[in-house]
Structures are given as C-alpha cells and as structure tokens.
C-alpha cells in the first residue's frame, strides 16, 4: 500500500493521527518506518551529492579569483614595462576570470540553499523516524499486555470451569450415596421383616 504519494506529505504529517486512524496501526507504523527509511537513505545520498558539489564549485571560485588577481597583476607588470598588447592580453583574462567567478558564485549560491534545505530535509526524516518508533514501541508494549490480560482471562475461565465441574461431580456423588443408603435401608428392611426381625434386635 503506497501510503504516502509524496515526500512532502511524509513530512507534514502527523504520525499519531495517522497511525490512531489506521485500520491495523501496528501494519501502519511498520509502512510508515520502512517508507521513511528508504526516503532518508535517498536524502542522505542526495545531500552527499549536492555537498561535493558545492566543495567543488567553491573550489572553482576561489580559483577563479584567484586567477583574475593574477592577471590583473600581470597587466599591471606589462603597462609598466611599457606592453600595452600584453596589458591588454592580461586584462582580457582577467575579464573571463572574473565572468568565471561570477557564474560559480551563482552556481554556489543555488547548491547551498540546495545543500541546506536537503539537511533540514534530512533531519526531519530522522525525528520522524523516531518518532513513528518510539510510538511502534507503545504499540508493542499495548499488544503484549492486551495477550496477557487474554490469557490471564482464560485461565480465570478455566478455572472457574474446573471449579463448577468439581462441584457438580460433588453434587452427583452426594446424590448417589443417598440413593444408595436409601436401596441399603430398604433392602436391610425387607430382609428383616421377612426374618421377623423387628427394629430393636428381638426375633
């Protein structure tokens, strides 16, 4: 089940909210993890990526600077010697240096917002993840004591099952031992009388 379409609304999300109105909330939260996991990994990589390059385009920058200070030097050193062709030259370096340094800049700046919103980004799975953990947990712990309590009852159950069956067996065995004095004193009474035999011992 796709339960998130985008990233997005992974992250906007309430995952209480979401989990508490989820037909099995254990399956939910277990979706839930596994999906946010998988969006991590692929920030964490992503975030990587845009990092390198933002070491590298920084690199590029500076070099560039670097390179129009050099030929601004250069031209500089040539007017002074009286070389106007390579003054010029070394201007017209400088000039593409310089347009080089301008365009990695813009470059730079784009891939650190980049560079920042993917760590936010980045972060923000991670809480969420424990988040929906922390609440996997609860629904654990909820389960277990829900089985217990389970057995627990039917263990009651039985018991007072044993207990009724106990009593019965009593209440049968009462009524059998009546039943079978009553046969005993009726047949030590018929062989009496017809022994002439009366209630107080005499013949």
Request: include cysteine.
């Amino acid at each position: 089940m796709d339960i998130f379409s985008r990233l997005s609304d992974l992250l906007k999300s309430n995952l209480n909210d979401l989990i508490d109105r989820a037909e099995d909330p254990e399956k939910m939260v277990r979706q839930i993890i596994a999906d946010m996991q998988n969006e991590l990994n692929k920030s964490v990589q992503n975030y990587g990526k845009i990092k390198s390059e933002c070491i590298l385009n920084e690199k590029k920058y500076q070099d560039a600077l670097k390179n129009s200070h050099q030929w601004e030097e250069k031209a500089k050193n040539a007017l002074l010697q009286g070389d106007r062709y390579l003054a010029g030259q070394a201007v017209m370096k400088k000039v593409q240096s310089d347009e080089e340094a301008v365009s990695y800049k813009e470059l730079l700046d784009n891939l650190k917002v980049k560079e920042e919103t993917m760590k936010a980004q980045v972060e923000t799975l991670r809480l969420k993840i424990e988040e929906a953990k922390s609440r996997q947990e609860i629904l654990i712990v909820r389960k277990k004591m829900a089985d217990t309590q389970k057995r627990l009852s039917e263990i009651s159950g039985n018991l007072d099952s044993v207990k009724e069956n106990t009593a019965s067996v009593t209440e049968e065995e009462n009524a059998l031992k009546k039943e079978l004095s009553s046969k005993v004193s009726s047949e030590l009474a018929r062989l009496m009388s017809e022994m002439n035999i009366d209630d107080s011992g005499e013949e």
